[in-house]
T-cell receptor, first 114, second 110 residues
Framework: EAGVAQSPRYKIIEKRQSVAFWCNPI?????LYWYQQILGQGPKLLIQ????????DSQLPKDRFSAERLKGVDSTLKIQPAKLEDSAVYLC????????????FGPGTRLTVT | GNSVTQMEGPVTLSEEAFLTINCTYT??????LFWYVQYPGEGLQLLLK?????DKGSNKGFEATYRKETTSFHLEKGSVQVSDSAVYFC?????????FGKGTRLHILP
């Protein structure tokens, strides 16, 4: 079974530029999550999708971050414009259903904003 | 609110030593508890879990017991290996929200 795929693995941009990350979850997984992991901290949930609908985006900085999952499969997370404090690893995870099901994580995208 | 506190790292041990990484939590109700591991350059992997009080999760020689009375879920392994070097995250799931601790980096010396 293929795992959660993410791209790119690394990205370096200047502040005020835009960037987009892509995630392809495990086939058949209805729930998809984006997390932000700042160095030295645990992952923090940004947004959760159930199929193509948003379940929770309460911690997503909506003035600069956006995410979509148009067909209920893969997803993109965008930052526009980026700030220095956005430097982090962005993790995508998926699970077969919401609740107590295990979440499977991708390798992450390491973003550096200079 | 819900939160997870785990011991600060890094933790450095010699191979075959006994490992304990402390984790305590604050949560309303009865969360599920997890330990995730992150090997260098890889994503997080679920190591073990427990869904109710007194449950013991185990995997790859690691164990943790859900202690409701002390709100703890300490990770233990009797004899660590160099390959166990990684970052370990304690986490809870309450109402489908996973909250992670800050992580503990573990170095095992040969």
């Amino acid at each position: 079974e293929a795992g959660v795929a993410q791209s790119p693995r690394y990205k370096i941009i200047e502040k005020r530029q835009s960037v987009a990350f892509w995630c392809n979850p495990i086939s058949g997984h209805a729930t998809l999550y984006w997390y932000q992991q700042i160095l030295g901290q645990g992952p923090k949930l940004l947004i959760q999708f159930q199929n193509n609908g948003v379940v929770d985006d309460s911690q997503l900085p909506k003035d600069r971050f956006s995410a979509e999952r148009l067909k209920g499969v893969d997803s993109t997370l965008k930052i526009q414009p980026a700030k220095l404090e956005d430097s982090a690893v962005y993790l995508c995870a998926s699970s077969s259903l919401a609740g107590r099901a295990e979440q499977y994580f991708g390798p992450g995208t390491r973003l550096t904003v200079t | 609110g819900n939160s997870v506190t785990q011991m600060e790292g890094p933790v450095t041990l010699s191979e075959e030593a006994f490992l304990t990484i402390n984790c305590t939590y604050t949560a309303t109700g009865y969360p599920s508890l997890f330990w995730y591991v992150q090997y260098p350059g890889e994503g997080l992997q679920l190591l073990l879990k427990a869904t109710k009080a007194d449950d013991k999760g185990s995997n790859k020689g690691f164990e943790a017991t859900y202690r409701k009375e002390t709100t703890s879920f300490h990770l233990e392994k009797g004899s660590v290996q160099v390959s166990d070097s990684a970052v370990y995250f304690c986490a809870l799931n309450r109402d489908d929200k996973i909250i992670f601790g800050k992580g503990t980096r573990l170095h095992i010396l040969p």
